[in-house]
């Protein structure tokens, strides 16, 4: 009988508290699954290589673009596509999935202090 | 001002019925995400060339392998290896989100009468 374990998302946002600092729980070949909490402003950035998949678990999640925004809830997803300029904005604290390519930097071409080497959790 | 538009999980759901016929609602690279409502048991199959990820939004899903099972609740993912025999079974109706290459063919090696082109929805 081998070990197979189910990963909570909630559950693994629980072990953390950090905005900002995503946390890697799961891999699907070369794509990382990561959970992240938000509240505040994030940088402009793109990632020039690779589309980036953003899924709300809770909260409210304002992805801004140089002619436009997307508002996303709780169960709704958006892929904002290689090169797109975003600019990720939470008033309130909001927890998502973010699905993409395991070498993805979360500052994306903008680079700078923000950048962070997520961990698994 | 361009389009930008939340993809809501639960409103793509709400626009099929059929089990076991996942309908593509995002793509990331060469990635696609998929709804899909499931029922009943389907069938043991693998596939050989890439990892699958599955996340439940609705209701309950075993996924039995041939060394043990595991059971996925609403935000709970899990992803199955590539090359590793598996079958979902959902004793009651269960809606979930499937992440898989673009070319992943949702019976795999099996093949058969139960394999389905997925559409975009």
Redesign the interface.
Known sequence: ??????????QKLSLFHEKYSPRI?????D?H?KVAKLEGEFLWHSHPE????FLV?EGELT?E?R???????P?????VP?GVEHKPVAEKECHLLL???AATVNTGDAGGERTVIPQWI
């Open positions: 009988m081998s070990d197979h374990q189910a990963i909570n998302l909630r729980v799961a891999q699907l070949n794509y699954f690779t589309d980036e998949a678990i992805l673009f002619d436009g925004a997307v508002v996303l809830g169960g709704e997803l958006y892929v290689r699905i993409e390519p």
